[in-house]
């Protein structure tokens, strides 16, 4: 079954991108530090529908994204550390 050209399971891995990634920058702008790792999946998610696609500059992006992530993951843990120790 196809819609548009594309087969149902690339709009699938569409939806749970777009969803996983709206719900991971929702949970970063609230300061939960959750937020990271759904983006993560969302990236993965988003990389296979793109390399499935041959959308290479888009795979880029997604990887782009990932190491932002990783980024925000390390800077976080080095940011809350001091806090854990005094406690």
Same mark, same amino acid.
């Given at each position: 079954?196809?819609? %548009?050209?594309?087969?149902?399971?690339?709009?699938?891995?569409?939806?749970?991108?777009?969803? =996983?990634? %709206?719900?991971?920058?929702?949970?970063?702008?609230?300061?939960?530090?959750? $937020?990271? %790792? @759904?983006? @993560?999946? =969302?990236? @993965?998610?988003?990389?296979?529908?793109?390399?499935? =696609? =041959?959308?290479?500059?888009?795979?880029?992006?997604?990887? $782009? %994204?990932?190491?932002?992530?990783?980024?925000?993951?390390?800077?976080?843990?080095?940011?809350?550390?001091?806090?854990?120790? $005094?406690?």
């Amino acid at each position: 079954m196809e819609f %548009y050209g594309l087969p149902w399971w690339n709009w699938l891995l569409q939806a749970i991108g777009l969803v =996983s990634s %709206y719900a991971g920058a929702e949970l970063n702008s609230r300061l939960d530090f959750r $937020g990271f %790792y @759904i983006w @993560i999946f =969302s990236n @993965i998610v988003l990389f296979t529908v793109h390399a499935t =696609s =041959s959308l290479w500059l888009l795979c880029l992006l997604d990887v $782009g %994204y990932l190491r932002l992530n990783l980024r925000g993951i390390l800077h976080w843990k080095r940011q809350l550390a001091p806090m854990r120790r $005094g406690s």
